[in-house]
């Protein structure tokens, strides 16, 4: 069965240091891989989208890698904010399903950034 | 402001009782999607539509319908509501599958 597994569930860093966000994934073949932030209430909102062949992107404070061959995601978050504090979501659209893109969702990972 | 919008934003259902949640989108997208988010859960999707007039079941289908009869809306409907389909409600929608995705607020749904 085609998985997204985040990690970890949640996370409390300080305002001002760094954090890392891990996503492995067992969906293949793939098409490309999302990175969402959902802050309470809210929808989620695209960080960055890769396809297979790209390696990193950057989205100002957020940066995701993407290692297709061990099916590992990262994301990298610089100089923490306090409106940082959102869950993070791991999305993964499945290549098989080419109309209505099926996209599969991790659970996300929990940030909250304290002052 | 250009988007996806919901309506209701929430709503209290007693369990047999019917609604209809409501997704226009103004971006001229050709997608839509459905999903519900539950604690604990990814997003799952219900229901999802390629055009306008046309609509194809998700991954959670039971219990719900759909209709995309203008190419801006998109209407979920719960025929009759059962406490399992509490849940938040999210509208999406897309220019195609390798397209990002614009999202609504969300529709948080009680059935008591």
């Known amino acids: 069965k085609n998985q997204v597994e985040q990690s970890p569930q949640s996370l409390i860093i300080l305002e001002g240091k760094n954090c890392t966000l891990q996503c492995n994934y067992t969906v293949s073949p793939f098409s490309n891989l999302r990175w969402y932030k959902q802050d309470t209430g809210r929808g989620p909102v695209s960080l960055t989208i890769?396809?297979?062949?790209?390696n990193t992107k950057s989205n100002g404070r957020y940066t995701a890698t993407l290692d297709a061959d061990t099916k590992q995601s990262s994301l990298h978050i610089t100089a923490s904010q306090l409106s940082d504090s959102a869950s993070y979501i791991c999305v993964v659209t499945d290549l098989v399903y080419n109309q209505g893109g099926k996209l599969i969702f991790g659970q996300g990972t929990e940030l909250s950034v304290k002052p | 402001n250009a988007g996806v919008t919901q309506t209701p934003k929430f709503r209290v259902l007693k369990t047999g009782q019917s609604m209809t949640l409501l997704c226009a989108q103004d971006?001229?997208?050709?997608?839509m999607y459905w999903y519900r988010q539950d604690p604990g859960m990814g997003l799952r999707l219900i229901h999802y539509?390629?055009?306008?007039?046309?609509?194809a079941k998700g991954e959670v289908p039971d219990g719900y319908n759909v209709s995309r009869l203008k190419k801006q809306n998109f209407l979920l409907g719960l025929e009759s509501a059962a406490p399992s389909q509490t849940s938040v409600y999210f509208c999406a929608s897309s220019y195609g599958t390798g397209q990002g995705y614009t999202f609504g607020s969300g529709t948080r749904l009680t059935v008591v």
């Open positions: 890769m396809t297979f062949s790209e």
């Open positions: 539509s390629v055009g306008e007039g046309t609509t």
């Open positions: 971006m001229n997208h050709e997608y």
